[in-house]
């Protein structure tokens, strides 16, 4: 360590985890403003912020598969926060949340954008209705960001269309719920199609229709919107690359073959 610079603690790294699931791979720098506004706000430079975005994304392991490095010295504390986050996805997001909301001297709901008016004014509902809202919403940011805002099936850029979906559901696994690698990017329509088993994604990555669509070739609707695609490859994401396992099960349990 160089004269003057001082260690991470635990929260400014969990903190640091937290904004590099939520921005595009592509964004890790010290020019994004994002990455500015952590660095004041924890007391660093953008710089020192960007570096260690970079250095989280060398223990990656879906950048690993993708023969991406990142940087090479990440710290013991590094790996073992990033460890914590990835075997935790039920807990720590919404930890990192409250603890943003704490540094920004704001509410955990306000900092997630969920009105009042929606809440129970006190208790146990209201603590858990919060902690959903805060968890769908960081589902979704880093969902979007590893998928620079595109549909997997279509291209569509359009972030009004576009749905953080689940490949293994919501209501089946629970530990896995926030698992950026339990998501794909995807259109409103082909979510329904997915989330119903009209489509599926192969463990080649591949877009498989279901056989009740494929009967339909004399509708040109379902043809430009369904059949086209395919057997076509989806668009990878920059980073958490979906899970075989969770693309294994959503074939075989939730696809009408």
Request: hydrophobic letters at 40%.
């Amino acid at each position: 360590m160089k004269e003057g610079q001082k260690l991470w603690t635990r929260e400014e790294l969990i903190l640091a985890v937290n904004l590099y699931c939520k921005i595009p791979f592509g964004r890790l720098h010290r020019l994004n403003p994002e990455v500015i506004n952590l660095a004041a706000l924890i007391g660093r430079t953008p710089s020192s912020v960007a570096y260690k975005l970079v250095n989280f994304a060398s223990l990656d392991p879906s950048l690993k598969a993708r023969g991406i490095k990142g940087a090479s010295n990440a710290s013991n504390l590094d790996k073992e926060i990033w460890e914590e986050f990835f075997n935790h996805w039920d807990e720590l997001p919404f930890e990192s949340e409250k603890l943003l909301a704490k540094i920004e001297k704001t509410t955990v709901e306000k900092l997630n954008h969920i009105p009042e008016t929606e809440l129970p004014k006190e208790g146990k509902v209201r603590e858990q209705m919060v902690k959903i809202r805060v968890n769908q919403s960081f589902f979704r940011s880093s969902i979007l960001a590893s998928y620079n805002n595109t549909c997997c099936i279509t291209g569509i850029k359009q972030p009004e269309f576009l749905i953080a979906g689940h490949i293994k559901p919501w209501s089946v696994d629970e530990k896995n719920r926030l698992n950026p690698q339990n998501g794909i990017a995807i259109n409103a329509l082909h979510d329904k199609a997915f989330e119903t088993g009209l489509l599926t994604i192969t463990t080649d990555f591949k877009v498989k229709i279901s056989p009740v669509l494929l009967k339909q070739k004399k509708s040109k609707s379902i043809e430009d919107y369904f059949i086209k695609y395919d057997k076509k490859d989806i668009i990878l994401p920059s980073r958490f690359l979906p899970d075989v396992e969770f693309l294994k099960y959503h074939s075989e349990v939730r696809f009408k073959h």
